[in-house]
Each structure stands twice: as structure tokens, then as C-alpha cells.
């Protein structure tokens, strides 16, 4: 009598086949299915409008020409011909103007001139008053027209025109020393705005830069998200796939699986334009645009 062997096969119920057969389908699918990740590079944002004024701004403060930017990335591919004069210069040129001996004559005042002619025209009349009184001295001691007469008459001319030099010179002493002393206030108010003008105009360049670093890290932000949705789209597939194998693995535990992997979307890094932008938002200065300190 022949021996009769029988095999039996365990098989899960039509629906859950169907259902794993579909799984193997989708993921054999997209296992053959490569992704293009192209797409998921970083970008950078180019410089923008503000940050490019602020870059100039510092390049005219220092005398250079003016800047050429790339149209598609807004970087600096070149600078035209300079001054070679900084911001300052002007004042400390003008400031020189008011050094130097020869400085007191611009402020001389023409008054001042009115005002000496005027006095010593005066004394003039008052020393010419001054002769009157001797000549009538002499009539009355006889000695009139005489020798006595004369001399002293020359005394007192001598010692009116030793007096009239004096105030004269006094006069002048006090000119100069007024226009000395304008000529110094002068040059300290042009060396104080050859000071001034070098941190006004880097507040107004932090300002631009500011600015231009916020409208900066916001269209990089921009670029990070439409990366980031373009990896989420592309991976999308995938995870409809892990949703189907954890819906129906527990059904068809009890029987041989497919070899389901899984796949694993990555979540895109942050790029390092937004991390450096991140750190010059909370701290600006001129190194966030130009590398300095």
C-alpha cells in the first residue's frame, strides 16, 4: 500500500492577501522608483537692495567708487573709480585753513577797522583841542611865538603821538587776540565734525545693514520652506506606504510577510545663511555684511 503525503499551506483570509499583494505592489513600485534630491539642495538668498546700500554707503565713507552687483545673486563682483577721500576729509581740510599764523586774518572784522580809524580820528581831534590852552598860556606869560613856546608845544606833541600809537597798538593787540581766538574756535568745531561725521554715518550704515539682514534671513526662511515641501511632496508616497504595512502588519502577522522596509523622510537641516543670520539678527554689526569686527 503506497504512502500518501500531504502538504498543507496556511493562508490568511482573500482580503488580507489582497491587501499584502497590494502593499508588495506600491513598494516594489516605488523601490524602483528613484528620487531625485536635486531639489532638496540648499539656496541661498541673494543679497538684497538694502544690504547693498549699506555696502556702499561704507565704500564712500572710505573713499572707494561705486559697487558693481552680480543681477542674480546680488553679490559684489566690483568697485569703480574712487575720490580716495573719506567721509572726514572735508572737515579736517577746512580745519586746516584755520591753522597757521596767517589763520586771524579771515576773521578780522572790517568793523574793527572802522572802529580804530573812527577812535583815533577822535583822539586826533582831542589832541588838536589840547594846543589852544598852551598857545593862550604863552600869550598871557609873553612868551608867545618864542622859543619856550615851542618846545612846549613839541612836548606835548610827543607825548600826544606816543599816546595815540599806544591805543592804536592797544586796539590792534585786541583785534588780534578776538580773531586768534574765533580762528581756534573755528578749527575745533571742524575737528569736532570730522569726529562726529565718521559715527553718524556708521549708525546709518548699521541701520541699512539692520535692515537688510531682517528682509535677508526672511527670504532665506522662504527659500528653507519651499525645500523643506518639496522633500515632504516627494516622500509623500512613502509614507502612505509605512501607514498601509502598520495598518494591515498586525492582520497578517501570523502569516509570511513581504519584506516591507521602512523608509525614513529626513527633515531637512537648517542651511548655514539662516543659522549666521539667526545669530546677526540678535547682534548687528558691520561684520554681519562685511566680515569685520
Known sequence: ?????????????????????????????????????????????????????????????????SLQFDPTTGATTGIGQGTGIAGYQPYLNQAQQYSGPQAYQQFMSPYQND??????????LQAQKGIAPL????????????????????EYQNQSDMNRALLQSQM??????????????????????????????????????AAG?????????????QRQAAQTAVYEPYQRAQFLQSSIGGLLSGYPQPGF??????TPSVSPLSQALSSAATVYGLGSLFGGK
Open 261 to 266: 522596509g521602512q523608509t525614513t523622510q529626513q
Open 172 to 209: 590792534l593787540q585786541q583785534g588780534y587776540g578776538q580773531a586768534q581766538n574765533q580762528a581756534n574756535i573755528a578749527f575745533g568745531q571742524q575737528q569736532g565734525l570730522a569726529s562726529l561725521q565718521p559715527s553718524l554715518a556708521q549708525s546709518q550704515i548699521q541701520q541699512l545693514g
Open 213 to 225: 539682514t531682517s528682509n535677508l534671513a526672511y527670504q532665506q526662511s522662504i527659500l528653507d520652506a
Open 115 to 124: 572802529l580804530i580809524s573812527t577812535t583815533l580820528a577822535q583822539y586826533d
Open 1 to 65: 500500500m503506497a504512502d500518501t503525503t500531504t502538504t498543507s499551506i496556511a493562508r490568511p483570509a482573500p482580503y488580507l492577501e489582497a491587501a499584502g499583494q497590494n502593499l508588495l505592489d506600491i513598494t516594489t513600485g516605488l523601490a524602483g522608483k528613484p528620487i531625485d534630491t536635486s531639489q532638496f539642495a540648499p539656496q541661498i538668498a541673494g543679497q538684497n537692495i538694502l544690504s547693498q546700500a549699506a555696502q556702499q554707503q561704507a565704500a564712500s565713507q572710505a573713499g572707494l567708487g
Open 135 to 154: 598857545q593862550a598860556q604863552s600869550v598871557q606869560q609873553g612868551a608867545f611865538g618864542g622859543a619856550r613856546q615851542g618846545i612846549q608845544q613839541a
